[in-house]
């Protein structure tokens, strides 16, 4: 038994709450536990200079994203990042963009640009997952709010993407870490996954000493049956919004 009396393969409880705000497609609040992050998607008509095809008929689509832990979230206060943003930052902004591009057919999105924004509004670890597994919804949302103007017959949308934080606590492999395990855990895994249960990255770190292969395979073990978990979650909350996909990848 854990410290917050889950068990090693239970989830900190989820709260989705969709359209959170008025001005963007998509938006979602979501939370796992205390952690909470506001995760928004954007549609910009336009493609970044680098990105735009000389043939505008051959132009295909973007997704970028931005991540940033607001003032209040932790204690101490964590410092407002304003004229450049701290490596953390921006490494898993990184990580948010490249997961979210994998759920994206951008042919079928056409010269359109989308940018999904994740604000933490309290951490209490997994952030980087959460707002993964929530920007996935707020994407949804975004690309159903233009439907009529996309292809009929060509999915967006082409699987679903969740990602859950795994590690070695006390010597014991648990799913979904608090700050708490994350600070102490002896290994720690965050895992992309698609809901065919397909990977899209994995970051693992030993804290010590290495850990075996067992252990390894033991952790990615909890993370697929957590991602299927989301991915139910996820469709649960899209309800009848839930996305056509690729018949090759249906979630």
Known sequence: ????????????????????????????????????????????????????????????????????????????????????????????????GRSLRAAVDFSALGPRT???????????????????????????DAINSIRAELPIDRPVIVQSIAAISVGIVDGVPVLDLDYKEDSTAEVDLNVVMSGASQFIEVQGTAEGKPFSRTMLDQQLDLATQGISQLTRLQREALGDDWPPMTPMLIC
């Not at 410290?3 to 963007?24: K, M, S, Y």
């Not at 506001?38 to 132009?59: E, G, N, R, Y």
């Not at 989308?114 to 949804?140: N, Y």
Request: charged residues 25%.
């Open 1 to 96: 038994m854990r410290h917050d009396q889950r068990q090693p393969n239970e989830l900190r409880t989820i709260r989705v709450q969709r359209h959170f705000v008025g001005a963007a497609p998509g938006s979602v609040l979501i939370s796992a536990g205390r952690t909470t992050v506001l995760c928004t998607a954007s549609i910009d008509s336009t493609l970044p200079p680098w990105k735009a095809a000389a043939d505008p008929a051959k132009a295909v689509g973007w997704l970028t994203a931005e991540y940033s832990m607001l003032p209040g979230s932790t204690s101490p206060r964590k410092r407002r990042e304003r004229d450049k943003m701290d490596g953390r930052s921006t490494e898993i902004q990184r990580l948010i």
């Open 114 to 140: 989308i940018t999904v924004d994740c604000d933490v509004l309290q951490a209490d670890g997994g952030t980087r997952t959460l707002s993964i597994t929530g920007g996935f919804i707020a994407l949804c």
